[in-house]
């Protein structure tokens, strides 16, 4: 381990070293290149063929898991609730834009403009997850904690029961007739949009509210913080991130029964959500990533690899509780003066000479 | 009105399971306050342990009497168990009780997946009978038809949820676990070996999962997944009652046996059971969060 960390650190180190070599508008453009890069990227390869359709399929997952572990990771990791019911907020999302593309749009003869539709279809069905949030809202002013948990697993378990009883939308055979409308790029495009929205969301007055409320509740009401609205906020943007992904989902696995929003599921997303470490954007991204592209390889040993996954999962939190990065951040996920290096600079300024000889600031 | 007593007689019968698990719920969540989300598994493991040794008794063992064989099953079935849960206890969660909180729940789910994969990687995936290890005999007493096994399940549940009931409020080892739950910090300084108390614990639960499930082996199928929903149904029978609460996990596990005994007689159809079982739980949580017994923890500032 020690040699792994020192390997790192060297890394670091260099590519420190490298980065501040370069002239200042290249570092400004260089993240936005990166999206615009790889948003390109994911319209041409799949179209050359350079990503064969497995690849296609597996980080479309990768990136529906994103976006899930993303907007749980606001809710778990950023305001310190424990929701264990994702998967029923991505049950409506994925109902209710199925419904609207197999249903509504060829009923008001809109059936060709179906591809253009999809991002309303995804919105509408983002928007009708986000009103369900309210319902785990509204209980989460009066429990906290376990009780909390129990009411969005019972929230998971009613919107599953009810899709299991509508007739009209397949019951528990499941609903199917979507166009497979999710490609690379779309996904691409919403993960773009969760990443930029959360990390602002984040980082913006209500986010501090919600961290407020992570570590003391009742602390951050007498500071004036609006803990009513701030819940609100936080539940109905993370089921409406819920619902996208849900939407996604349902097209481009084309069939959608109500068995796949069951309970293992929201497990899944707790689950990438630990490993990639709470608080965490960067954290989310690769716990989901590592995560579903794992399970992918794992995928020759059939049966075995669903036990030798949760077995991995509980020597990761024994050796490892706070996840791969629990409560850091990548440097460019940070808004400038909140980085360490600026931190550093006020510490020198200020504070340095009166803390002299105590351990340093721990960053983010 | 027969009907009804009939029903009421199934729902003690399946209640009884339900309480059995809770109790093992329960138990863990007042002494360490983890929800200890692997108990269903661990209950469904112990139906597979009454299920071989139960075939072996049958196949090999010398023509025993019916409830021999019923009782040996029984307590190889608690034995492994609750070995089995403190083996969970020791290598999974003791080296996380000064992690966060979270990562102890997640660790439990993790153990939880892994114990119903590896009996489906191991002994596979159809559902299985426990052998008639005692004899069904069917009888109608009053108009209401019953089984000596419906009679052997009430009773036998009941019997060991009195024993347990006494084991906590009698016994030193009773009165430790209370102490424990009542605050963690202190009781060990006052010489209670926390950690020998929360073994006994989890043995306790486990082993009376275990009694449960011998019991449901017999009037039920067994599949490695079955876990998932007893698991879940007696875990809201805990919460229901007010969960950390002995007597609360009982009332909920025999409230929940009347909620799906009763959904199809009410409603159309029984897949209604877990719609009207989740939403009683919403409803009781926003109008006693603390569940029926259990007592309201006020938040010091």
């Given at each position: 381990m020690g040699k792994v960390k020192s390997l790192i650190s060297a890394f670091k180190e260099r590519w420190d070293a490298f980065y501040s070599s370069w002239p200042e508008p290249v570092k400004r453009a260089a993240v936005p290149g990166l999206v615009a890069f790889f948003f390109l990227a994911s319209i041409f390869f799949p179209a050359w063929g350079i990503i064969n359709l497995y690849w296609q399929q597996v980080l479309i997952y990768v990136g529906i898991n994103i976006i899930l572990t993303l907007s749980l990771n606001l809710v778990n990791g950023y305001m310190g609730e424990f929701s264990v019911g994702h998967a029923g907020f991505m049950a409506v999302g994925a109902y209710v834009s199925s419904i609207l593309t197999v249903w509504v749009f060829p009923k008001l003869g809109l059936s060709q403009y179906t591809?253009?539709?999809?991002?309303?279809?995804?919105?509408?069905?983002?928007?009708?997850?986000?009103?369900?949030?309210?319902?785990?809202?509204?209980?989460?002013?009066?429990?906290?904690?376990?009780?909390?948990?129990?009411?969005?697993?019972?929230?998971?378990?009613?919107?599953?029961?009810?899709?299991?009883?509508?007739?009209?939308?397949?019951?528990?055979?499941?609903?199917?007739?979507?166009?497979?409308?999710?490609?690379?790029?779309?996904?691409?495009?919403?993960?773009?949009?969760?990443?930029?929205?959360?990390?602002?969301?984040?980082?913006?007055?209500?986010?501090?509210?919600?961290?407020?409320?992570?570590?003391?509740?009742?602390?951050?009401?007498?500071?004036?913080?609006?803990t009513r609205t701030v819940k609100i906020v936080t539940f109905v943007i993370a089921s409406f991130f819920a619902g996208i992904a849900g939407g996604l989902y349902a097209h481009v696995l084309v069939f959608i029964n109500p068995k796949a929003f069951s309970i293992l599921k929201s497990t899944d997303i707790l689950v990438m959500v630990y490993l990639g470490g709470i608080g965490s954007i960067g954290g989310s991204i690769l716990g989901a990533t590592v995560y579903t592209v794992l399970l992918e390889l794992l995928r020759p040993l059939q049966v075995w690899r669903w036990v030798i996954g949760p077995l991995l999962l509980v020597f990761l939190m024994i050796f490892r509780p706070h996840g791969i990065m629990g409560m850091r951040e990548w440097k460019f996920l940070m808004p400038p003066e909140e980085r360490p290096e600026s931190w550093r600079k006020e510490r020198e300024l200020f504070v340095l000479p009166k803390l002299a000889g105590s351990p340093p600031l721990r960053c983010c | 009105m027969q009907t009804f007593f009939q029903q009421i007689l199934n729902a003690l019968q399946l209640g009884s399971v339900y309480a059995l698990i809770a109790l093992g719920y329960?138990?863990?969540?007042?002494?360490?306050?983890?929800?200890?989300?692997?108990?269903?598994?661990?209950?469904?493991?112990?139906?597979?342990?009454?299920?071989?040794?139960?075939?072996?008794?049958?196949?090999?063992?010398?023509?025993?009497?019916?409830?021999?064989?019923?009782?040996?099953?029984?307590?190889?079935?608690?034995?492994?168990?609750?070995?089995?849960?403190?083996?969970?206890?020791?290598?999974?969660?003791?080296?996380?009780?000064?992690?966060?909180?979270?990562?102890?729940?997640?660790?439990?789910?993790?153990?939880?997946?892994?114990?119903?994969?590896?009996?489906?990687?191991?002994?596979?995936?159809?559902?299985?009978?426990?052998?008639?290890?005692?004899?069904?005999?069917?009888?109608?007493?009053?108009?209401?038809?019953?089984?000596?096994?419906?009679?052997?399940?009430?009773?036998?549940?009941?019997?060991?949820m009195f024993l347990l009931d006494t084991i906590v409020r009698r016994t030193m080892v009773g009165m430790a676990m209370r102490a424990i739950s009542w605050d963690k910090f202190t009781v060990p300084l006052m010489g209670v070996p926390m950690d020998r108390i929360i073994s006994i614990t989890f043995a306790l639960g486990a082993s009376i999962a275990a009694v449960g499930g011998t019991l449901y082996g017999f009037v039920y199928t067994i599949d490695p997944y079955m876990g998932i929903r007893i698991g879940w149904w007696a875990f809201i029978s805990a919460v229901i009652g007010g969960i950390g609460n002995i007597r609360g996990a009982m009332l909920g596990g025999y409230l929940l046996g009347l909620v799906e005994i009763f959904t199809p007689v009410i409603l159309p159809s029984s897949t209604y059971r877990d719609f009207v079982a989740f939403s009683l739980l919403l409803l009781l949580l926003i109008f006693r969060p603390y569940g029926l017994l259990g007592r309201p923890v006020t938040m010091k500032v």
């Open positions: 591809p253009y539709l999809f991002p309303l279809a995804l919105i509408i069905g983002g928007l009708a997850a986000g009103l369900t949030g309210l319902v785990v809202a509204f209980p989460s002013f009066r429990t906290r904690g376990d009780y909390l948990a129990i009411v969005t697993l019972s929230w998971n378990m009613i919107v599953k029961s009810v899709l299991e009883n509508i007739e009209a939308i397949g019951g528990p055979r499941g609903f199917m007739g979507m166009p497979k409308l999710t490609s690379l790029a779309w996904v691409y495009v919403w993960v773009v949009i969760t990443i930029w929205l959360i990390r602002n969301l984040v980082y913006s007055n209500y986010g501090r509210g919600a961290l407020s409320i992570r570590e003391d509740e009742i602390a951050a009401s007498l500071v004036s913080v609006d | 329960s138990m863990v969540y007042g002494i360490i306050t983890l929800i200890n989300f692997a108990h269903g598994d661990i209950f469904m493991v112990s139906t597979y342990v009454a299920f071989f040794v139960g075939s072996a008794l049958m196949a090999y063992a010398f023509k025993l009497p019916g409830l021999i064989t019923f009782l040996l099953t029984m307590l190889a079935s608690m034995f492994f168990t609750a070995f089995l849960a403190v083996m969970i206890e020791r290598f999974a969660y003791r080296p996380l009780r000064k992690a966060p909180r979270v990562s102890a729940v997640i660790t439990a789910l993790g153990v939880g997946l892994f114990l119903e994969n590896f009996t489906l990687a191991t002994i596979g995936p159809h559902p299985r009978f426990l052998p008639p290890i005692i004899p069904v005999h069917r009888f109608t007493i009053f108009g209401i038809a019953t089984s000596n096994i419906q009679l052997i399940i009430i009773f036998v549940s009941a019997i060991v």
